[in-house]
């Protein structure tokens, strides 16, 4: 957001009663939470801990951004060329069409698939679980 101020830009400020167990997101761009192979799960703004909770027990990379803007494209790409497979499990609040357009272009020349739940499954944790699991399993 001061880069924004800074910058004549706007900035989007989206306000949660949620909180995270642990801090997170004290940078920039995609923090890796946990390291797996079958995948990458990116969780934006409130969502790592449903995020984490919906991949408990699965072998995939879960990486953290407080925003997609502006949108780190090294971090998801870097996760996904590493990854066995390019599935890829985009969940954050707001519109996803957003977000899941930076991703697209990031990975625009990796063959890939992207789940992308509606903002509603990241509030149903049981959804949202489901709706993962049977996506990248």
Do not use: N
């Not at 101020?5 to 997170?24: C, K, L, N, Q, T």
Request: charged share 20%; proline share 7%.
């Amino acid at each position: 957001m001061l880069s924004a101020v800074r910058d004549g830009e706007r900035a989007y400020v989206h306000v949660s009663a949620g909180s995270h167990a642990e801090p997170r997101g004290g940078g920039q761009g995609f923090e890796r939470v946990r390291e797996g192979l079958g995948g990458v799960a990116l969780a934006v703004g409130a969502t790592p801990d449903p995020v984490l909770r919906a991949t408990a027990g699965l072998d995939v990379t879960v990486l953290y951004a407080t925003t997609v803007r502006p949108f780190d494209e090294i971090g998801p790409r870097t996760a996904v060329l590493a990854a066995d497979r390019a599935d890829v499990v985009l969940v954050g609040p707001g519109r996803p069409g957003i977000a899941a357009g930076h991703v697209a272009e990031t990975l625009v020349h990796v063959p890939h698939r992207l789940l992308v739940p509606g903002a509603a499954d990241t509030h149903d944790e049981p959804a949202l679980g489901r709706a993962v699991r049977e996506f990248l399993t």
